[in-house]
């Protein structure tokens, strides 16, 4: 493309971004260009899905108002929070809307007074955000938005769904109420009708989606609590007091961690911690001490310690019989 063109082209989104509007012969007037030009102009903003319309009241082009969002006034910390998460330039993995996020970014830079831009620009490539390993998310960008419409419309889904833990793909129809991001993905919560309970959907695993121009009635009382009390999202019905005891090696970094809303700690003078949590299920918090090795002990409840001593044991077993 030429740069004249080029440069019409952003006079044309200029004009029709101003409060007074123009048809095609005004636009062509103040371009100097044919209608013809103007009409082919406009073609190309639409390949380019910048979204105009002929306001028939004003008689004119208009740009629509919700394309570019108004000018604000940012400080220097403001802008820079901003552009180190919109613009990360290692991701972990491809996060749905991160390329929508790179664009805001550019955009935003743009836009920025030149002393508060060429300060971030020497400040950014100094700073990284590295995030926890996370799923592949590809085509996930879409799903998002579409189940992100869905929820607030109260629009019924139906989803095929590739279930780890039945080891098959399921159909099934639910009422999505919220989306979620735990730690490495992106979840739906949604109410199915077929299971008579809510689950949890993760997003990378629906392989079709269709929202149906049917609406469900929210439970009462609001969106619930998507995990309850569970110490990560996998609740399993039955709710437990567990304590541990971490040796002086990890606990100050277990400490300065607030690990569940329901944590406690109480430090001893020998440097040990004790740490308190009411969890519901007790799979994944098992797990969680694992990851600490020798470093902690499990005081209570005995179902745990019955469950920790099995699993240690089958592993001391395991690569008891590599070394034999």
């Known amino acids: 493309m030429k740069i004249s063109r080029i440069h019409r082209l952003l006079r044309l989104v200029a004009l029709l971004q101003r409060e007074v509007s123009c048809d095609a012969d005004g636009l062509a007037e103040e371009l100097q260009v044919s209608r013809r030009t103007v009409f082919r102009?406009?073609?190309?903003?639409?390949?380019?899905?910048?979204?105009?319309?002929?306001?028939a009241e004003r008689g004119g082009y208009r740009l629509s108002r919700h394309f570019f969002l108004p000018p604000v006034n940012l400080d220097l910390s403001e802008a820079l929070s901003l552009m180190l998460l919109a613009s990360r330039r290692k991701p972990v993995a491809a996060s749905p809307h991160q390329e929508h996020a790179a664009r805001a970014a550019m955009k935003l830079e743009c836009v920025l007074p030149a002393p508060v831009r060429s300060h971030i620009g020497s400040i950014l490539p100094h700073i990284d955000v590295r995030t926890?390993?996370?799923?592949?998310?590809?085509?996930?960008?879409?799903?998002?938005?579409?189940?992100?419409?869905?929820?607030?419309?109260?629009?019924?889904?139906?989803?095929?769904?590739?279930s780890f833990h039945e080891r098959r793909q399921l159909r099934l129809t639910v009422h999505p109420v919220r989306l979620v991001f735990v730690q490495r993905a992106w979840y739906l919560r949604a109410f199915s009708p077929r299971f008579g309970e809510s689950r949890t959907f993760k997003l990378s695993r629906i392989k079709a989606l269709d929202v149906l121009d049917r609406t469900f009635t929210p439970p009462a009382g609001g969106p619930d609590e998507p995990f309850g009390e569970a110490w990560c999202m996998i609740p399993e019905g039955v709710c437990h007091d567990v304590r541990l005891r971490f040796d002086r090696q990890v606990a100050g970094a277990v400490a300065e961690v607030q690990w569940h809303p329901s944590q406690r700690t109480c430090w001893a003078d020998d440097g040990t911690l004790d740490f308190h949590v009411r969890v519901d299920g007790l799979s994944e918090i098992a797990s969680w001490i694992l990851s600490y090795g020798p470093h902690v002990r499990v005081l209570a409840p005995d179902a745990l310690?019955?469950?920790?001593?099995?699993?240690?044991?089958?592993?001391?077993?395991?690569?008891?019989?590599?070394?034999?």
């Open 305 to 324: 310690i019955r469950r920790m001593a099995d699993t240690t044991g089958r592993m001391a077993a395991l690569y008891a019989q590599r070394g034999g």
């Open 132 to 162: 926890a390993p996370q799923a592949r998310q590809q085509g996930v960008d879409g799903l998002l938005t579409q189940l992100a419409g869905a929820v607030a419309a109260r629009r019924v889904c139906r989803l095929v769904y590739i």
């Open 41 to 55: 102009d406009l073609n190309m903003l639409e390949m380019a899905r910048i979204p105009y319309y002929f306001d």
